[in-house]
């Protein structure tokens, strides 16, 4: 059995009310909170050869393009740690926590599923944030600290609670904008909705 999580309807419309016997779907809200919160209750009823995060996301330059989709090879919590005076310290960096403590390696939330490598899809690194903003001083720390490709608002959440719990899984992400750039009129939303989509078929009909 799968089970295809996103943050929204709207990232995965053509899985909505459809009826499958081997994928269910959850909808876990939007940011870390909710995505822990739901997807560990989920987890608390029904069990799960496979879970698939999907969504769209930012990217922090043009080496990705709009619309396309990417696999998330490991992601980070890239706003957990103390800034003072615009520099941010990650966590890990404070002495507060263990780069290595599971499911942590060297601060990363790394996924090690083999499917990853079997896919034609670009394998990314990603940050996830509690706020989306276009502050300049904010990208710059993330690249700075972490050097992601992507960002979100669930993915680590995602990769968490996975990796605690010991079942495979799989993040997709289809690129709506870039970091920054807050017109929206230059946004891909709906290339990247139904690329996704395209993608998502692809992955659970294999």
Known sequence: M????????FEIPS???KEDAHLDVLIGGIGIASTIYHLQKRLHQFDYD????????GAFDNSLSLGETVLIKQDAFGDMGMEEKNNFTPVFRSGFMNANEFPFNEGWLTNENKILNQS?????GAVTVNKVT???IQ????????SPVVESMEGAAFHYVCLQENIPFIQLRSISNYVGERDKSKWKMKDAVINLNNELHKLINN
């Open 2 to 9: 799968i089970l295809l999580v996103a943050a929204t309807e």
């Open 15 to 17: 899985f909505m009310n």
């Open 50 to 57: 496979l879970i698939i995060q999907a969504g769209i996301a």
């Open 120 to 124: 034609q899809l670009k394998t990314v």
């Open 134 to 136: 276009d502050s300049i």
């Open 139 to 146: 990208k710059e720390q993330l690249l700075k600290n972490f």
